[in-house]
């Protein structure tokens, strides 16, 4: 019964930045590891972040370290994806998503993020 709903993509020019949210609903957010994935037209789903259920640990693909942040208010069942030092090859569907009985268990409607260049 949980619901996982993304905002925040959009159109920005190579260089910019983005900040991605994602609502969680139906479940103790707290209890849960959350994560964002992407997918580029034509690509598989690749794994973008993740963060522990306290937010004291994080991980990152190698491609996006150094210029994305994910955070999370568990006050308000929330995660974030700070993106950074955008280029086009972010360009994708994000998608938010929690583990659940160790894997990753529900996604998002996602959102766009297309970045011009």
């Known amino acids: 019964q949980v619901q996982l709903v993304e905002s925040g993509g959009g159109l920005v020019q190579a260089g910019g930045s983005l900040r991605l949210s994602c609502a969680a609903s139906?479940?103790?957010?707290?209890?849960?590891?959350m994560g964002w994935f992407r997918q580029a037209p034509g690509k598989d789903r690749e794994f973008v972040a993740g963060?522990?259920?306290?937010?004291?640990?994080?991980d990152y693909a190698d491609s996006v370290k150094g210029r994305f942040t994910i955070s999370r208010d568990n006050a308000e069942n929330t995660v974030f994806l700070q993106m950074n030092s955008l280029n086009a090859e972010d360009t994708a569907v994000y998608y938010c998503?929690?583990?659940?009985?160790?894997?990753?268990?529900?996604w998002g409607q996602g959102t766009q993020v297309t970045v011009s260049s």
């Open positions: 998503n929690m583990v659940v009985g160790g894997i990753w268990t529900y």
């Open positions: 139906g479940r103790t957010f707290s209890s849960y590891v």
């Open positions: 963060i522990s259920r306290g937010g004291g640990s994080t």
